[in-house]
């Protein structure tokens, strides 16, 4: 049985800094592609971040672009998403994915079967 949680969301002033986690079990992260996403009150959810088996390409949604960062630690089975510079509007359930059968990397949503539960990040002054 796949699971994926995440933890590492919290509160953090405009500017600040957090990283996220998301543990597997039940599959071994480096074999398939993950990613990021994220949902905020009352708006779509939204791609944040993705890599490919391997992290061989990685690709970033385009209001995360030069702040955020995925990475993964193949011998914890884990893969975080370190997020700078953090605004206001980075502020939603920020949700991990990943999918046996995807060939690259995707930030549909739709790409992806297995999904954690998500953790709460908050920027606010």
Known sequence: Q?????????????????????AASGITLNYYAVAWFRQAPGKEREGVSCASSSDYSTNYGDSVKGRFTISRDNAKNTVYLQMNSLKPEDTAVYYCATDRSLLGSSLMSD???YWGRGTQVTVSS
């Open 2 to 22: 796949v699971q994926l949680v995440e933890s590492g969301g919290g509160s953090v002033q405009p500017g600040g800094s957090l990283r996220l986690s998301c």
């Open 111 to 113: 790409d992806y079967e």
